[in-house]
T-cell receptor, first 113, second 117 residues
Framework: DGGITQSPKYLFRKEGQNVTLSCEQN?????MYWYRQDPGQGLRLIYY???????QKGDIAEGYSVSREKKESFPLTVTSAQKNPTAFYLC????????????FGDGTRLSIL | AQKITQTQPGMFVQEKEAVTLDCTYD???????LFWYKQPSSGEMIFLIY??????QNATEGRYSLNFQKARKSANLVISASQLGDSAMYFC??????????????FGAGTRLAVHP
């Protein structure tokens, strides 16, 4: 079945450590997105990518970095510069056309040790 | 800038009854799309229904329907015959399209729905 796979499901970060969240999709979608969700709140856009080797900052990109070397993969690195990384992270992708829905992965919960 | 407002932090409904979740939006675009997503306690985001600004009829998908009032800039989600499994967070979102073909979703703060037996 086609879909989006995020790993790991749970991740713990030590102070000063960079961690990378994986997102892989087999939907043949061009556009991919990373969102952050804090408890009881909506989703905020971190980074997005329309095509391979191109990505744009979203609303809260500080302390995060991404790469898009393959169409299927859009990993997110939470750097040590992100002082409050504890949150739920969701990856999404969407097909061609402005009115295609975004399809989401199951998310990664990141906590500070 | 586009904005989505969901004014109901929490709602509850009796099983088998209908419930309406409110969503208002603000945009200067003539062409736009509105989406509703469901987020159960497990965290995944499930796409429910879509309404285009030029669609003449309200969207429906099974027990979900969208009460779209363009002049009032509202896109309320109606869930008919509520089930216990409908208990979740519900998010309204709007597609923002800008130069270069980039587009992203703007999400509201969400409404937590509790279905009581």
């Amino acid at each position: 079945d086609g879909g989006i796979t995020q790993s790991p499901k749970y991740l713990f970060r030590k102070e000063g450590q960079n961690v990378t969240l994986s997102c892989e999709q087999n939907l043949n979608h061009d556009a991919m997105y990373w969102y952050r969700q804090d408890p009881g709140q909506g989703l905020r856009l971190i980074y997005y990518s329309q095509i391979v080797n191109d990505f744009q900052k979203g609303d809260i990109a500080e302390g995060y970095s991404v790469s898009r070397e393959k169409k299927e993969s859009f990993p997110l690195t939470v750097t040590s510069a992100q002082k409050n990384p504890t949150a739920f992270y969701l990856c999404a992708s969407t097909g061609t056309g402005p009115y295609q829905p975004q399809h989401f992965g199951d998310g990664t919960r990141l906590s500070i040790l | 800038a586009q904005k989505i407002t969901q004014t109901q932090p929490g709602m509850f409904v009796q099983e088998k009854e209908a419930v309406t979740l409110d969503c208002t939006y603000d945009t200067s675009d003539q062409s736009y799309g509105l989406f509703w997503y469901k987020q159960p306690s497990s965290g995944e985001m499930i796409f429910l229904i879509y309404q285009g600004s030029y669609d003449e009829q309200n969207a429906t998908e099974g027990r979900y329907s969208l009460n779209f009032q363009k002049a009032r800039k509202s896109a309320n989600l109606v869930i008919s015959a509520s089930q216990l499994g409908d208990s979740a967070m519900y998010f309204c979102a709007m597609r923002e399209v800008f130069s270069g073909g980039y587009n992203k979703l703007i999400f509201g703060a969400g409404t937590r729905l509790a279905v009581h037996p």
